[in-house]
């Protein structure tokens, strides 16, 4: 009995046919996934429009220059994913072991620039439900604001750190050989989830941090 | 049925990949400096534009949709026809309630 055969579950023909059913469930995930954020994100189309000068006032509260590293942290680390996979495919242990590795530093990166962002906004009052302080005459939306951005980023850091527990899951069967060339599939789908939480960033980034600094 | 060409699990190779990351970074850095130039209401739609680049090339290339099967491009794609319809017809309500107040 080789190896792919003890892979491959009764119910699926071939090793083929039974990739093409994981990643297809894993799409049809990420396609709820979009859902998911999507109501968020028009949550906050429809209070931008609401109030746009408080929106713009507010948003530029932001660091935008931590927000920009941190969108290029993210890229780098969908960068040495999309190595990780490649590696798996070619049955580099090693090669894929120190991108796994990579990627998940990356990600930590990320969170901790990300929670040195939140931590400011503690300090300036910011945090709506725990001591927020603002102008009185724009007080509400502004609070709406902040309470969208720690909405969206959060829940997105979130996804981060369930990305970093799938990730820490590939590593110790990656440590242990487990992937060949012929059964590289839980790295490609976990590449597909970084990637997905990695186009939630590339949204985010303009739409709270940019698109009011040149008022 | 394994025929290579329908497997989803292309080898892309490491050159595409690099491509795509100097792009996603070049892009990153436009989109930064874009935002400090003034266009008016056009800043959203230069750094949505910008976005939906970057993003559709994460998702042909790092995940692999350009290599895939037809019917992966269709649970894509219906994603987006489903957020389009969430934003479209709410919007469509918030925009136009002063038409009639």
Redesign the interface.
Known sequence: MSESESILRGHF?????Q??AS??GM??F??TE??FF??L??TY??NR??YPAIFAQASRQLD?TLG?TN??VL??S??T???AV?FS??GKRTALVISLLLTMGLGLVFLTIKGMEYAEKFRHHLVPGYNFQYAPASAGPAQLYFSLYFGLTGLHALHMIIGLGILTAVLIEALRGRYTPEY??PV?LS??YW??V??IW??L???L??????? | MSNPSQQSDHIVPPKVYAAVFLTLLLFTFITYKVAFVDLGEWNVVVALLIAFFKSTLVALFFMHVYYSRRRTSVVVLSALVWLFFLIFITMSDYLTRHWLY
């Open positions: 023909r071939d090793m083929p046919q990739r093409d990643s297809l799409w049809v990420l396609a979009v859902m999507g109501g994100f028009l189309t429809v429009a609401a935008v920009a969108t290029a890229i780098c969908s960068m994913m999309a190595m490649y495919q070619k590289s599939t490609e590449g597909l990637h997905f990695d186009i590339i949204y980034f303009p739409l941090y940019l698109i009011d600094l040149h008022r």
